[in-house]
């Protein structure tokens, strides 16, 4: 019997020819050949017909079938079950020269056995961080998404690219539905979208959208001898749109960061003087990010009055909600995007507090037509205009940057088809709940000092002040000796492995730590055994 390498050669011995090839593995792809002929294959010099050479094996061999189903159950067993329990690690840490002797991780020029394949993946399953656990408080995304996750497992076993409907009609379908079901919870009833690789990516759409909106003629031209256009955000912003300002050549010297209120809340009146003073020193205001949910306080923009000063000085308005967007689909929380409807544009990361898996962003226009105006170049090999079998305006691709797209909305969708919108606002609504508990018990427990009177979102910030240092009157040399208190404890809680959470400075600020809520496996058991272990690993600073 003769096998096929990943470079399709065949050799009588049953192997490649690169080199020794383990038993039971069939080649590096783990497929056999025959050397049957088909009628009329002419022979080829080393017994096999021509034909056989390139065939496409059909099927999966014994030995894959076998390694994917181990995969799959290693990946039930050590991932999903284990994530749910809160008596498994949260992360088995090690640095990174200790963990680079644990893996294995050089490429060789021979092929590994599936034995060995499944104890790579063991291991990696073993010291990577479990994001589903009910106590990784770390990040904007945390929680697993069961039903996303099988969405995600058949859309890439399917391996297709969300560019023409022709090679994935399905996916082109579940997109519309996804964006035309964004449109209405905003309350637009049309508009376009598109999904895409990240919140980042798709800040910096809507930027090129307000730019190709204002002056078309630049696609074309370029920025040379253009106007000197300024881009007006809140100081409390994604770091994506200083990013944005620089990729797309307008300069991160021509951003204006706006100032907040107490809360983290842009300021409509600091917004509208700024743009009054970038125009009056010859700046062209464009393009304005309102944000809702901000990365650190979890702060929602005023939008309404957002709306009113973009209408008066007649520029785009983008909402940034990819953190808190969520609360589109809860009746009780909504309000906090009142005149959210008013915007140009909006971008909603559902990986985030819905836990739908990891990449899923939404970006939604109220303007049909702009995206594929400003990104499409009109490819002749893809989107071909004289399409016989379907209506060409199905070809999506032409709508973003990109070529290569994965098909995001499956996973989307079906955890949408499998929860409804109802399922999304329980969730919600519990997650508000247990952060409104955290925010209760640490403003009352003695040793721990909140940064804002009631929590944004689900961001919970607060001090931990050891027994040492409560007795120091408040001013620099407190905040000198706070600062050194989050990172030594976050340190010891990571090597530990049960907890996780993060902590992060803020303008004058000292470090303090910055909980989130988006899973709901974290019960409030939960929450007070991380108090807990921040107060057992404090104790003695």
């Known amino acids: 019997m003769a096998s096929t390498g990943m470079n399709g050669k065949i050799e009588e011995n049953g192997h490649t020819g690169t080199g020794p090839v383990p038993n039971g593995t069939g080649g590096a792809s783990g497929y056999s050949l025959d050397n049957g002929h088909r009628p009329g294959d002419k022979p080829s010099t080393n017994g096999t017909s021509e034909f056989s050479a390139v065939k496409q094996i059909r099927g999966l061999a014994p030995s894959v079938n076998k390694f994917l189903h181990d995969v799959f159950d290693t990946v039930l067993e050590d991932v999903i079950e284990k994530s749910a329990s809160a008596t498994s690690k949260v992360i088995d840490f090690l640095p990174p020269d200790e963990l680079s002797k644990r893996m294995d991780l050089e490429l060789r020029d021979d092929p590994e056995s599936h034995e060995s394949l499944l104890d790579h993946c063991k291991k990696?399953?073993?010291?990577?961080?479990?994001?589903?656990?009910?106590?990784?408080?770390?990040?904007?995304?945390?929680?697993?998404?069961?039903?996303?996750?099988?969405?995600?497992?058949?859309?890439?076993?399917?391996?297709?690219?969300?560019?023409?409907?022709?090679?994935?009609p399905v996916f082109v379908l579940m997109e519309k539905e996804v964006i035309r079901k964004v449109c209405?919870?905003?309350?637009?009833?049309?508009?376009?979208?598109?999904m895409g690789a990240g919140g980042s990516l798709m800040n910096m759409f809507a930027i090129n959208l307000a730019r190709y909106k204002r002056f078309p003629e630049l696609k074309k031209t370029g920025l040379h001898g253009g106007p000197r256009l300024v881009l007006l955000t809140s100081e409390q912003c994604h770091y994506s749109m200083t990013k944005g300002a620089g990729f797309l050549g307008i300069g991160t010297d021509n951003i204006i960061k706006v100032k907040?209120?107490?809360?983290?809340?842009?300021?409509?009146?600091?917004?509208?003087?700024?743009?009054?003073?970038?125009?009056?020193?010859?700046?062209?205001?464009?393009?304005?990010?309102?944000?809702?949910?901000?990365?650190?306080?979890?702060?929602?923009?005023?939008?309404?009055?957002?709306?009113?000063?973009?209408?008066?000085?007649?520029?785009w308005m983008h909402v940034d909600a990819a953190w808190g967007g969520a609360v589109l689909t809860s009746r009780k929380h909504r309000g906090l995007m009142a005149g959210v409807e008013r915007a140009n544009s909006l971008l909603w990361n559902p990986h985030k507090m819905l836990t739908v898996p990891l990449q899923c962003s939404v970006f939604v226009t109220k303007e049909n037509g702009l995206l594929k105006a400003a990104h499409a170049s009109g490819a002749s090999y893809l989107f071909q205009a004289d399409k016989i079998s379907y209506d060409p305006s199905f070809d999506v691709g032409d709508k973003s940057v990109q070529c290569g797209r994965k098909t995001d909305p499956m996973k989307f969708w079906l955890s949408w088809k499998a929860h409804g919108t109802s399922g999304f606002e329980q969730h919600v609504d519990y997650v508000f709940d247990m952060t409104e508990y955290m925010h209760d018990k640490l403003s009352r427990r003695e040793g721990f000092k909140m940064l804002l009177p009631e929590s944004n979102c689900t961001n919970v910030c607060f001090w931990y002040i050891p027994p040492s240092l409560r007795g120091v009157p408040e001013g620099p040399d407190l905040d000198k000796k706070l600062a050194k208190v989050a990172p030594v404890i976050k340190d010891r809680m990571t090597r530990e492995g049960k907890v996780m959470v993060a902590y992060n400075p803020l303008g004058d600020k000292p470090n303090f730590f910055r909980l989130i809520v988006a899973n709901a496996e974290t019960t409030r058991q939960d929450l007070d055994f991380m108090v807990e272990e921040i107060e057992r690993h404090g104790a003695d600073l």
Request: glycine letters at 12%; a negative charge.
């Open 124 to 168: 990696t399953i073993q010291y990577s961080v479990k994001t589903g656990h009910p106590l990784f408080l770390n990040q904007l995304y945390s929680g697993l998404d069961y039903y996303g996750l099988a969405g995600q497992l058949v859309s890439d076993s399917l391996n297709t690219n969300l560019h023409t409907y022709e090679v994935a």
């Open 184 to 194: 209405s919870l905003i309350g637009w009833h049309n508009g376009d979208g598109i």
């Open 260 to 315: 907040c209120d107490e809360r983290g809340r842009m300021l409509p009146e600091e917004l509208d003087n700024a743009i009054e003073d970038a125009k009056s020193q010859g700046g062209v205001p464009f393009f304005v990010n309102a944000t809702s949910g901000t990365t650190v306080l979890g702060s929602y923009d005023p939008l309404n009055d957002i709306a009113d000063i973009c209408q008066k000085h007649g520029l």
